[in-house]
């Protein structure tokens, strides 16, 4: 049995950016974080014929064309595995729909741990790449290359996406105290609604496509803002941070109409009024967990307890995809 896991994510700047329809164009520019929240597949050898499928549904089937879930499709289609009678597991932390990238962690997770049952090395860019190729190319999914990238290789990580394709990779360097108190006083709660965040990217892709004004010009500024947050962040100006974070969250509300809703709305104004210097709502937008900064952890976390919204505490990952067991 192969066991492995990739971390979910969350944005702190520039997200958006990274979809191909902008940054094939203009340069895409992202700032991640993983957090110790993963999804987790397992790949087990079976000794019966035919392929069994263990996700938020079962599927039993005799061969990989007749697999319905997309990804694994295609991922078994791309690393072709040397046994065709396997057994397929996924268990998340978090479920889908929360804006945390799990598809982009599924993926791999998935292909990590296929290409170990076939004893394939490959590098972190080659894994991410190929998760890329699945999702974007293969799948036709209106997504961009943060979610893969940063869940292959952990940690803060700058990506600068260029319009070749080619996807730089920079460390966030922050000191030790910056460090530390960034991950203290982040907090992420539950929203209480997921979202399929395909229609929200559908539409920032396809206006992107068509060179629409006000999209551009939008993404210009969500990128300026990634730039402006990293600088803020590598001279351990976390108060500044907070501030870019909740610029960017009205920026990103201009975006769509379904970006927020009233009862988001309320949230974040509530946790505004309780010691939230900034915050937004992670992923595309419409559903999932909102996230702050706050000095006043205490007091936030109380506001939005009474409000209904549940905490999810976390720690950043370093590690990225990883094989937990192989035997």
């Known amino acids: 049995m192969i066991i492995t896991r990739s971390p979910l994510r969350i944005s702190l700047g520039g997200g958006g950016t990274d979809l191909p329809s902008y940054y094939r164009e203009h340069t895409g520019f992202v700032i991640a974080a993983a957090i110790n929240k993963y999804v987790y597949v397992t790949v087990h050898e079976m000794f019966s014929e035919g392929i069994l499928l263990k996700y938020s549904r079962m599927e039993r089937i005799s061969g990989p064309e007749q697999i319905e879930h997309p990804i694994i499709r295609e991922a078994i289609r791309l690393v072709q595995p040397r046994s065709r009678h396997l057994e397929i597991t996924s268990l998340a932390d978090i479920p889908a729909g929360t804006g945390m990238g799990s598809s982009g962690s599924f993926t791999t997770a998935l292909l990590r741990a296929l290409h170990a049952l076939n004893r394939n090395s490959l590098s972190r860019r080659e894994l991410a790449e190929q998760a890329c190729q699945i999702e974007i190319e293969r799948l036709g999914e209106p997504v961009g290359k943060q979610d893969q990238?940063?869940?292959?290789?952990?940690?803060?990580?700058?990506?600068?996406?260029?319009?070749?394709?080619?996807?730089?990779?920079?460390?966030?360097?922050?000191?030790?105290?910056?460090?530390?108190?960034?991950?203290?006083?982040l907090a992420l709660f539950f929203t209480g609604f997921t979202r399929n965040a395909s229609d929200l990217l559908r539409d920032q892709d396809a206006r992107s496509?068509?060179?629409?004004?006000?999209?551009?010009?939008?993404?210009?500024?969500?990128?300026?803002?990634?730039?402006?947050?990293?600088?803020?962040?590598?001279?351990?100006?976390?108060?500044?941070?907070?501030?870019?974070?909740?610029?960017?969250?009205?920026?990103?509300?201009?975006?769509?109409?379904?970006?927020?809703?009233?009862?988001?709305?309320?949230y974040y104004r509530l946790a505004?009024?309780?010691?939230?210097?900034?915050?937004?709502?992670?992923?595309?937008?419409?559903?999932?967990?909102?996230?702050?900064?706050?000095?006043?952890?205490?007091?936030l976390r109380q506001a939005m307890n009474r409000a209904g919204l549940r905490e999810v505490r976390f720690a950043f990952d370093f590690e990225g995809t990883r094989v937990l067991a192989q035997g």
Not at 160 to 173: A, K, M
Not at 240 to 255: D, I, N, T, Y
Not at 280 to 297: D, P, S, V
Request: with cysteine.
């Open 149 to 185: 990238y940063i869940a292959v290789f952990g940690g803060l990580t700058c990506f600068t996406f260029q319009p070749d394709g080619e996807v730089g990779i920079e460390p966030l360097q922050l000191d030790g105290e910056t460090l530390s108190n960034l991950e203290d006083n």
């Open 272 to 299: 505004r009024e309780h010691g939230a210097l900034g915050g937004k709502l992670i992923g595309a937008g419409g559903g999932g967990f909102l996230m702050f900064y706050t000095e006043q952890k205490t007091r």
């Open 209 to 266: 496509r068509q060179k629409e004004r006000e999209m551009i010009e939008h993404l210009h500024v969500v990128k300026q803002l990634g730039y402006e947050s990293k600088r803020a962040l590598e001279r351990g100006d976390l108060r500044g941070f907070a501030e870019l974070m909740h610029v960017h969250w009205e920026h990103k509300k201009a975006r769509s109409p379904g970006m927020s809703n009233s009862r988001i709305d309320e």
